[in-house]
């Protein structure tokens, strides 16, 4: 399975629930010889037949370790990447924004833009914590999924597993989902980020990757792609008297609201440019301003 590249943007995607098996993944063989090495390989101790000694034998099942792992890592790859990006709507009025996440919350305390509040470690060394107003009663590894909407206009799912937690916190990691519609990108200030937990802002760093083409915006910003020059790549909708032009590597940001209570802050990176498109990859700082 291949990405398909002829849309313009991005985000990182992670099918994986923490826990399984990253070997699990599933897809279509093709024959090649790549499959009939890694049916031949016997990872196993085996009866010399020919009188091998013992010293021998220990250095041929290393070599064939050796090479099953370096089979399987170039394999792997190969058939996970194409699940690694997921299409952004072709809609410019709707955002979806996906990436890994960890969160700590207080006893007591609810996870920021959900219900799901943490009591504290009970005597039977579970974590209590309450979902929709329901009692359950977790452990390391145990699923702590949410779904919901912590704003108008964001749709938020959380798939997450109860990581570590004491009669003070709880921590839980996993991936997070955001769904943002009506957006009408305005450039400006963002709300700041404080280093602790603030229960009225909502802080979500998700990786992206955008292919833009000529004359297109960079998703969520009022940035355009003008086209390539001697200079490099040049954008449009930049604030008066800032350079339009990046090299390879080179930095574009951009800050400001995507509908109410709804904030962006963008950094990303050149990674491609020619006549045609812009390939961006960098992290988005997604921020809702739920209190007040």
């Known amino acids: 399975m291949k990405p398909d590249l002829e849309n313009r943007s991005y985000t ?12 699990s993944t599933s897809y279509h063989s093709r ?12 990872l196993g101790l085996k009866t010399q037949d020919n009188g091998l000694s013992t010293q021998n034998s220990a250095l041929s099942l290393l070599k064939r370790l050796l090479i099953a792992t370096t089979v399987l ?25 996906k990436g890994p996440v960890t969160q ?14 943490y009591i504290s470690r009970t005597e039977d060394k579970t974590a209590e ?24 206009g964001v749709e938020m799912r959380l798939n997450q597993r109860v990581l570590v937690y004491s009669e003070e916190r709880l921590q839980a990691g ?35 990757l955008y292919r833009v083409k000529q004359g297109e915006t960079i998703p969520g910003t009022t940035l355009s792609y003008t086209g390539k020059t001697e200079k490099g790549a040049q954008l449009g909708g930049l604030p008066a008297g800032e350079s339009p032009y990046r090299q390879g590597g ?14 962006l802050d963008l950094v990303v990176r050149t990674a491609f440019y020619n006549e045609d498109r812009l390939s961006v990859t960098g992290l988005a700082t997604v921020i809702l301003a739920i209190g007040g």
């Not at 080179?250 to 904030?263: H, K, M």
Request: glycine share 8%; proline share 7%.
């Open 12 to 23: 990182a995607r992670a099918d994986h629930r923490l826990g399984d098996s990253v070997l």
């Open 31 to 42: 024959q090649c010889t790549q499959d009939n090495a890694l049916k031949t390989m016997h």
């Open 73 to 97: 890592l170039a394999v792997v790859p190969i058939t996970t990447s194409c699940s690694l990006l997921e299409r952004q709507p072709r809609s410019n009025s709707t955002l979806v924004y």
């Open 104 to 117: 700590e919350v207080k006893a007591g305390s609810l996870i920021p833009g959900t219900d799901i509040r």
């Open 129 to 152: 914590v309450l979902i929709n107003g329901q009692r359950a009663f977790k452990r390391s590894g145990d699923s702590l999924d949410w779904t919901g909407s912590p704003l108008r």
């Open 174 to 208: 996993g991936t997070v989902r955001l769904t943002v519609d009506g957006v009408s990108s305005k450039p400006g200030l963002v709300p700041q980020v404080a280093d602790k937990t603030n229960p009225s802002i909502v802080v979500y760093k998700v990786p992206v």
């Open 250 to 263: 080179d930095s574009i940001s951009w800050q400001g609201e995507l509908r109410p209570r709804v904030y």
